[in-house]
Structure formats: structure tokens, C-alpha cells
């Protein structure tokens, strides 16, 4: 297993890129700790095959280095780097049997026939194919091919790092929550470093310790799921995680108070003036209506999901949700909104600002 480093990494496709537009990974640092589950998270063509593909070395990056425990392998093959990577669709051997398809890391490796026969059949038990070893991977379903991908991804114990890219995407929705739940497993029993890229935030949020978000080519945060729900360091990750996303309405920040449509909010702290696009930031979990004080909303619409209410309302052409627990009055027309002050965060040019007077938030 290793700590894999990215140091100042960059990708472009082109061969002579010029501006920050040819390139699809933007600069990136940032450190995978050994024994780490994570998850890559991001809308689709914002990096993430990219990343990992330079990972595993299936790809050189234009700029800056990949580090193994410490040892430069940027130009090292694949097969140096040993790493298993499963891709979204199925790679396996059409003409070997399920058997020999899970052997074959194994056997690449010169394991004993013995232990091949053992670790095969426990991966078997858990992609659930234990009974189906004797059959040739020709004529099994989509379905099927792909468990088989992910048992080979499983089957070597000595691998530096186990990359997986959107690999449940062609499996069935029933069977997608148990996969999970066993590679969640396997990471518990083994701790390898695994990272799983998706760009479903619930898959992203169940499987992994901690989350990578990217937009645009760029690592915007990496977090534990609920670092990533209380303090979005982009506007991106809070549109992106939650359901409906944070609320980001455009402010003007002065100390302790932000302007919204003309109307003050105030906030837990302080901050130094700003420059650039101001916005502040508020989850719909932390919004609440008052008959008096807040901020002047329209609501368009009430929507009864289970435990709780979505309120979709309006301040000045925004849109903006509050998410009410079961039992809450709905909001009474002319009512306003209350933006809980400690949960507030204050963004500009769409990244978090930290307040003057930390120690008060
Ligand atoms: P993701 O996996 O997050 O969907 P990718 O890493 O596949 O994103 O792609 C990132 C960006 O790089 C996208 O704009 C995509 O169009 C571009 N891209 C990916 N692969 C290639 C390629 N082989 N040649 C040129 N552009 C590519
Ligand atoms: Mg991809």
C-alpha cells in the first residue's frame, strides 16, 4: 500500500496548450494517506478519468509529478505502479471462464495454485458468482461481466491502491447498493487505499471516508461528508451535495452584517472587506420562516417529502429553499426568511472567506 502524492499536476490533451482553458486537470496538490477510502465526485468531463488514468499511469500528465511513498513514479509503467483499476465498463476475457478471468492477476503474479484456488473462490462468494466459476464470461450479461471486472479489481491483496471509475454504472439498482456495501467491507477487512470515482453524491457520501470534489479541472475540496455539508469551501460543493443544494445569493458584506435585496442578514462574524462577486451561503436545513424579522421571500411552492417539507421560495428573482422538519408550521404569506447566523458562509468569487474573528464561528 503507498501514500500517493500529486504535486503540482496538470493535463491537456492538446499538444501546445496555451491558456488555462486547454487544460483539463487545472493545477492540482493533493495527498490519497495510505489506507484511505475515498471518493472522486464531480460532473461528468470535469476530470476524473483524467486524474485517475494519470494515477495508474495509463497516462503521463503535461506537468508536475505522482509520488508513491515518497518515490517519483511519473514515468514509471503501470505494471510498476501496481495498482488495480476497474473501469465503468466491463473488461474481461470473453473466452476464459469466470474462474480463470479472477485468476488472472493472481497467476500474473506467480501466486501458488492453492492460494489462487482460496482467494478466487472468496471473491467469488462476494460478487455473489461462487456458483457460476465453470462458465466462459462469453454469454454472461452486462451485469455479470462487470461483477466479474470488479472481483478482478478485489483479488490481488498486495496492491499499492485500487481505483474504481463509475464502476456500478451498468449494474443493476439493487444489486449497485450491495456492491458498495461490499467494497465498503473489503476496505474495512484489507485497507487498501481505494478511490472510487462517481458522480452520484449519495454513492460518493456511503462508500467513501473522505470526499474529492472537482469542478472544471480543479480539486475544490476534500473533506469528510459532513465537512462537505456544514462548511462548502466552493459554491460548487454546496450546489452539488445536498438535496436541494445550498441557497447562494449575491451580498454585500460589511463586518458583521450581509446585504441581501436591501435587506440585512446578520451574520456570526465579521469579515474584511471583499473583492470580487460576494455571495453568502445557506443550507436549506438552516432557513426558517418568521413572521417579522428576515428577509422578504415569495413562496412558489411546498413540496412533502417523508420527515420533512421543501419550501421553493424567491428573494428578488433567487431561488431559495428551506428544508422544515416534520411538525413545522408552513410559512404564512408575508412571512419572511431567517438565515440561522452560525451557518452562514460568506463566498467570494465562489470560495469560502474565512472571517476576521475566527474563534467566534
Ligand atoms: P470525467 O471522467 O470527470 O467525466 P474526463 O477526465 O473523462 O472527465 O474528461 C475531462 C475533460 O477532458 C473533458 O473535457 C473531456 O472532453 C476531455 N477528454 C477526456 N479524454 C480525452 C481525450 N482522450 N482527448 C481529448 N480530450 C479528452
Ligand atoms: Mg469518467
Not at 72 to 90: C, G, K, L, S
Not at 187 to 195: K, V
Not at 246 to 261: P, Q
Request: hydrophobic share 40%; glycine share 8%.
Amino acid at each position: 500500500m503507498a501514500r500517493i502524492v500529486l504535486s503540482n499536476l496538470a493535463h491537456s490533451y492538446l499538444p501546445n496548450p496555451v491558456g488555462e482553458d486547454d487544460y483539463a486537470l487545472k493545477t492540482i496538490d493533493l495527498t490519497w494517506e495510505d489506507g484511505g477510502a475515498y471518493a472522486l465526485l464531480g460532473a461528468s468531463g470535469c476530470g476524473k478519468s483524467t486524474l485517475l488514468n494519470i494515477i495508474s499511469g495509463l497516462m503521463r500528465p503535461s506537468r508536475g509529478k505522482v509520488l508513491f511513498d515518497g518515490r517519483d513514479v511519473t514515468d514509471a509503467p503501470t505494471t510498476e505502479r501496481n495498482i488495480a483499476q476497474v473501469f465503468q465498463f466491463p473488461v474481461v476475457y470473453d473466452t476464459m471462464t469466470v474462474r480463470d478471468n479472477l485468476a488472472f492477476p493472481l497467476r500474473n503474479r506467480g501466486m501458488d495454485a492453492a492460494y489462487i484456488r482460496d482467494r478466487v473462490q472468496k471473491i467469488a462468494g462476494m460478487i455473489d458468482m461462487a456458483d457460476q466459476l465453470g462458465r466462459k464470461a462469453r454469454g454472461l450479461t452486462a451485469d455479470e461481466k462487470q461483477k466479474i471486472s470488479l472481483g478482478r479489481g478485489m483479488v490481488r491483496e498486495d496492491v499499492n491502491a485500487i481505483l474504481f471509475d463509475e464502476p456500478l454504472t451498468v449494474i443493476d439498482p439493487h444489486l449497485k447498493w450491495e456492491l458498495r456495501t461490499q467494497l465498503k467491507q473489503l476496505h474495512r477487512q484489507f485497507g487498501h487505499t481505494m478511490i472510487y470515482v462517481t458522480h452520484d453524491q449519495t454513492e460518493a457520501l456511503t462508500f467513501a471516508d473522505r470526499v474529492v470534489v472537482m469542478h472544471d479541472g480543479r480539486v475544490v475540496q476534500l473533506g469528510t461528508p459532513e465537512e462537505l455539508f456544514e462548511r462548502p469551501a466552493h459554491t460548487f460543493v454546496g450546489y452539488f451535495i445536498g438535496s436541494p443544494g445550498m441557497n447562494v445569493l449575491d451580498a454585500r458584506v460589511e463586518g458583521r452584517i450581509a446585504h441581501v435585496a436591501g435587506h440585512a442578514v446578520p451574520l456570526a462574524a465579521a469579515y474584511a472587506n471583499l473583492t470580487g462577486r460576494v455571495q453568502i451561503g445557506i443550507r436549506p436545513e438552516y432557513v426558517r420562516f418568521d413572521g417579522s424579522a428576515g428577509v422578504p421571500a415569495t413562496v412558489k411552492r411546498i413540496e412533502d417529502v417523508g420527515r420533512h417539507r421543501i419550501v421553493r421560495a424567491d428573494i428578488a428573482g433567487t431561488a431559495v429553499n428551506a428544508v422544515l422538519p416534520e411538525g413545522t408550521d408552513v410559512p404564512s404569506p408575508g412571512d419572511r426568511m431567517v438565515f440561522a447566523p452560525e451557518q452562514i458562509g460568506v463566498y467570494a468569487d465562489d470560495w469560502r472567506v474565512a472571517p476576521v474573528d475566527r474563534e467566534t464561528v
